[in-house]
């Protein structure tokens, strides 16, 4: 069965501008034809025919580091594995609504994910497409509240990394460093060596995956950048010359502006602390700037966790890059082409061209002059399937 998408301005991902008057037909799971509406017409004359009314029609929106399931603690009990779950449907609907079709998960602290990913897929609860990494490799002195699987050196890293392969682990995610509040934001500590980075990569690759980690410092990023790391999650310091690197070797940044503007607790947060917080944020945006000018591969992560409006943090997320210099036509493609990206899937996600996953939203207002017309999601096709329809029902009509 074929449905022909038309009735507003097309932005396909790969063309900077509004298409006006073209239409995306689409036939099962993938897009077959993206172009004017009268020869898609022409095309599929018997298509179901969805007029969007005005609305502008873009690919299904990626967040590439949301937790689905937030809950984390130092233990694994039945109550967390129960609770965390429950929860997870809730915000995987809630994501899926606000036009996030797909999610790149970056860890959890047991296997729930997997299962949430599969009942989605599966069709008994709705929710994005879910790429999970699962537990997170690193080293005995990150917290233990979060979602850690503890490696003593390179040759536990590869058993780790082998592991979470079997479990069901769609891609690898490390926890290289952390910038301790106790040092009041001002000393990064390292949780795991060059040599179990580098294992780590190795082993990951060789099982034909993809591996990031949780970065900050300098540090960090360039041991994880030097051994030939696919992505870096945050990235709170980057000089030119890493910058550069990741350039040339097409290491993708997913920055997480937003969680760095509220990553403290403003009650236990003194002044000074508070200060030092600002100076260390304004480092990560210098960072972020330097990446967008050397032209680094960016993608959109938010590191929302559970309770909060998905569709707002993203769009947050996205105002922040805008505001540091991304254009909103560069900012649109980062959370649908480079979420894409991030993921090895970008010759088949993230972008209205045939052949590409049906995944389609329409919004109110134009996104490329102001981005915040994405908190007014009112169709979600995801995998050529309506599963959020806010247009009048006189707008569809099958032949
Ligand atoms: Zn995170």
């Known amino acids: 069965m074929e449905t022909l998408i038309y009735g507003g301005p097309v932005f396909t991902a790969e063309i900077d501008n509004l298409q006006l008057g073209w239409a995306v037909l689409i036939a099962d799971k993938r897009i077959t034809a993206v172009g004017p509406l009268d020869e898609l017409t022409a095309r ?96 005995q002195a990150a917290p233990r509240r979060w979602r850690n699987h503890y490696v003593r050196g390179p040759w536990e890293m590869r058993q780790a990394v082998r592991e979470l392969a079997r479990d069901g682990a769609d891609w690898i995610k490390l926890v290289a460093s952390h910038t301790t509040p106790a040092s009041g934001w001002k000393f990064c500590q390292r949780y795991l060596t060059d040599e179990e980075i580098q294992a780590a990569v190795d082993e990951t690759h060789a099982l034909g995956m993809r591996i990031s980690a949780h970065t900050e410092g300098l540090e960090a990023a360039r ?18 010359d890493l910058v550069r690197r990741m350039a040339d070797l097409g290491t993708f940044l ?52 559970t309770d909060l409006p998905p569709a ?56 490329l002059k102001d981005l915040r017309a994405l908190t007014q999601v009112d169709l979600v096709i995801q995998r050529g399937r309506v599963c959020v329809s806010k247009l009048a029902s006189t707008h569809t009509t099958g032949s």
């Open 312 to 367: 707002d943090c993203l769009v947050i997320e996205l105002e922040l890059m805008h505001a540091l210099g991304m254009n909103t036509s560069a900012a649109l493609r980062a959370t649908t082409v480079g979420g894409a990206g991030v993921l090895g899937l970008a010759d088949r996600l993230g972008r209205l061209a045939p052949g590409y996953q049906a995944d389609v939203i329409a919004v109110k207002g134009d996104p």
């Open 44 to 139: 599929a004359p018997q298509a179901t025919r969805l007029d969007v009314g005005q609305r502008t029609i873009l690919p299904g929106l990626i967040d590439a580091h949301r937790h689905l399931i937030g809950p984390s603690a130092a233990e694994i009990t039945p109550e967390l594995i129960a609770s965390g779950a429950i929860l997870g449907v809730r915000v995987a609907q809630d994501t899926l609504t606000a036009g996030i079709t797909t999610v790149r998960d970056p860890g959890c602290k047991h296997d729930a994910i997997f299962e949430l990913r599969r009942a989605i897929h599966a069709g008994l609860v709705p929710g994005p497409a879910i790429y999970a990494a699962g537990r997170n490799p690193t080293g």
């Open 254 to 305: 997913v920055p997480t502006l937003w969680l760095y503007t509220h990553d403290y607790d403003p009650a236990t947060t003194t002044l000074d602390q508070l200060q030092a917080y600002r100076a260390f944020e304004a480092e990560h945006s210098r960072g972020f700037q330097r990446a967008l000018q050397a032209g680094v591969p960016i993608a959109v992560g938010t590191d929302a966790i």
């Open 223 to 240: 041991s994880l950048v030097n051994a030939g790391a696919d992505a870096i999650e945050h990235g709170t310091v980057l000089d030119d």
